[in-house]
């Protein structure tokens, strides 16, 4: 099993910055990715952006030049550093990790991120 936590979450500004962390425990395989979702009210869940295990990177465009994917694989840790926010950006942001052995996919309970004035 795989235990995922976020945090970071919060309230801030249009055009401030927030930075997401994800903290992955349990029986990881070095073969994974680890991505960030976000799902606002009324909507579905949408891939914001994901890393695999070799550093290759995936954003969705609304997020292209304003967030950047991280992860300090030492640590299992994937991190999600959010500039220039805006008020769409309003979601529950989610970790997920996915096991590239098995297909197995792991999700976190997710941290809301609001912008707001």
């Known amino acids: 099993q795989v235990q995922l936590v976020e945090s970071g979450g919060g309230l801030v500004q249009p055009g401030g910055s927030l930075r997401l962390s994800c903290a992955a425990s349990?029986?990881?395989?070095?073969?994974?990715?680890m991505g960030w979702y976000r799902q606002a009210p009324g909507l579905e869940r949408e891939l914001v952006a994901r890393i695999y295990s070799g550093g290759l990177t995936n954003y969705a465009d609304s997020v292209k030049g304003r967030f950047t994917i991280s992860r300090d694989s030492a640590k299992n840790t994937v991190y999600l550093q959010m500039n220039s926010l805006k008020p769409e950006d309003t979601a529950v942001y989610y970790c997920?990790?996915?096991?590239?052995?098995?297909?197995?996919?792991?999700w976190g309970k997710g941290t809301l991120v609001t912008v707001s004035s």
């Open positions: 997920k990790l996915t096991n590239r052995v098995t297909g197995m996919d792991y």
């Open positions: 349990g029986s990881i395989v070095s073969l994974n990715v």
